[in-house]
């Protein structure tokens, strides 16, 4: 999951497209694309910022050319979006730990 682009809703309802760092039970911990390369490349950089799991969906490339267009999500389209899943988490965990993925 680290890298995987999702759709988040960020404060006021307003919509963002950011990367997973780590994706728990209860929460993900993403990061825009800049910063992303950075932690991944072992530099300082901003530290990932939290979101409730229950704001993250998956990526969505149609939603997501509105959100890069700068438009606003109608509830429909908020509801049209697929919530991450935790088990993901678990799952890719789980086969990290077993020396897969």
Known sequence: MRGTHVITRTYGDKPAILRVW???QRSAYLTDDRHFQMMESGISAQVAIGFPIADVYEYDETIAAHIIAGKALRQDE???LTPI??????AHQSSRRHGVG
Request: charged content about 15%; aromatic content about 8%.
């Open 78 to 80: 908020w509801d049209k």
């Open 22 to 24: 780590i994706l728990g």
């Open 85 to 90: 899943s935790p088990s993901c988490a678990v």
